[in-house]
């Protein structure tokens, strides 16, 4: 296990964030990782790092915090907090996520102090996020099997065996227990970088998603780019946002998406688990939702800023056949759960997702197609039986996904 943990730190500081020598690591962690974010500071000092300062995430003040404080204290995001993240992207800093939450911490928190939250920090960090939407920092999220998630993917297990088994999963999915996790990153970018590329070559107008529950045209803008795998930052480093990574993607127009599609796997958002819902898209706005568990908390999200929120900002197509859904397992996260399934986003696009994004002002990005909001949040749409056609210009479909995977080569 020792062995494994130092090639996973390695792989996330390498492939991940790729520190360099004389740069700064902000480390956000939850408190139950301190062994292996030793093992992190460690190696990126070994590297070279001028500082590496830690961030520390306990659920338990989470949820007191939630529970109890006073709704003015959740409707502020304090300034020195603000000012020191902002300052640390600024002065080149790389952001490591190690994430791991509890996706059912926050059942039963009433949906407007949820809401209080979510718009105070999501406003005071936009300049943050920024940094990280438009690359200008490099950053990376990887996975930690704390108790309450493995126990909630694991129940009939106890604590250590639970662990154990999302230990070995993740160490799977992100091919550190391969001989060299580094080379078979790089391998397994090129394939990406491969998809991608046939992608923007093709530069469909429109894709057109087909399964149970979906039929759902998502309009794509002028000028639009497909990213996947690695990414290269303002100043020329490449680095992986996400570990895993299974995924292709690239943004729709927001005035440009109608039909309805519906979820395949539970969407955790704010500690809370949405399931089983289904969102009408006229264009590009949702008009009308159905859910079976979470209700509030899709209102919540659908409603956390005057339209964005309720609009798209990100289409990913990943195959059936990835690592991550081959396990065969519902993560109840995110950062796994989007790369087992094609998935689409809520809220804020990327604007490296299409050419001269990272210039241009509101208006100009409204006129472009581009969405803004205070959120960012991928739910996935995908399973074994999804096909996805591509729509040229001159209106003729062609096959890019078939029963759940690639129908093209590459």
């Known amino acids: ?79 020195w907090r603000k000012d020191a993240m902002v300052s640390m992207v600024k002065e080149g800093y790389a952001v490591l996520n190690i994430y791991g939450e509890n996706p059912d911490l926050l059942q039963g928190i009433d949906g ?6 979510t718009k105070a920090s999501s406003t005071a960090l936009k300049e943050y996020r920024d940094y990280m939407m438009n690359d200008r920092a490099r950053w990376s999220i990887v996975g930690y099997p704390t108790t309450e998630w493995a126990q909630k993917i694991y129940p009939d297990l106890d604590a250590e065996e639970a662990k154990e088994n999302l230990w070995q999963e993740i160490f799977r999915i992100a091919r550190a227990d391969q001989d060299d996790p580094i080379e078979a990153w790089e391998k397994h970018n090129q394939l990406l970088r491969n998809a991608r590329e046939y992608l923007n070559e093709k530069n469909y107008a429109k894709l057109h998603f087909q399964a149970a529950g979906t039929d759902l045209t998502i309009e794509l ?40 599609v519906t979820s395949t796997k539970p969407l955790s958002f704010q500690g809370q688990l949405i399931e089983n819902f289904t969102l009408t898209f006229k264009d590009g706005k949702v008009v009308d939702y159905t859910c079976k568990k979470g209700e509030e908390a899709l209102k919540q999200l659908l409603e956390a800023d005057k339209d964005g929120a309720s609009r798209l900002g990100e289409v ?93 080569s590459f």
């Open 316 to 408: 990913a197509l990943v195959p059936h056949e990835s690592p991550v859904s081959q396990a065969g397992i519902i993560f109840f996260n995110t950062l796994f759960d989007e790369n087992a399934s094609c998935h689409i986003a809520l809220g804020k696009a990327y604007p490296t997702n299409i050419q001269g994004g990272s210039d241009m002002n509101e208006k100009e990005m409204d006129q472009n197609g581009v969405n803004d909001s205070i959120v960012h949040e991928d739910f996935m749409i995908g399973s074994a039986d999804i096909d996805i056609d591509g729509i040229t210009k001159d209106g003729k479909k062609e096959a890019i996904f078939r029963n759940g995977t690639w129908a093209i």
């Open 1 to 79: 296990m020792e062995e494994l943990l130092r090639k996973y730190a390695k792989l996330a500081l390498h492939t991940g964030v790729n520190l360099q020598e004389g740069q700064g690591l902000l480390v956000q962690a939850p408190i139950e990782a301190i062994e292996f974010v030793r093992i992190v500071v460690k190696q990126a000092y070994e590297i070279g790092a001028k500082n590496v300062h830690v961030e520390w995430k306990d659920d338990e003040l989470t949820y007191l915090k939630m529970k109890h404080a006073p709704m003015e204290v959740l409707e502020t995001f304090p300034q």
């Open 112 to 117: 407007k102090r949820m809401a209080a939250v």
């Open 221 to 260: 803008p002028e000028g639009h780019i497909w990213h996947g795998g690695a990414a290269k930052a303002t100043d020329g480093v490449t680095f992986n946002p996400n570990m895993p990574t299974e995924e292709v993607f690239s943004m729709p127009h927001k005035y440009g998406v109608n039909g309805h």
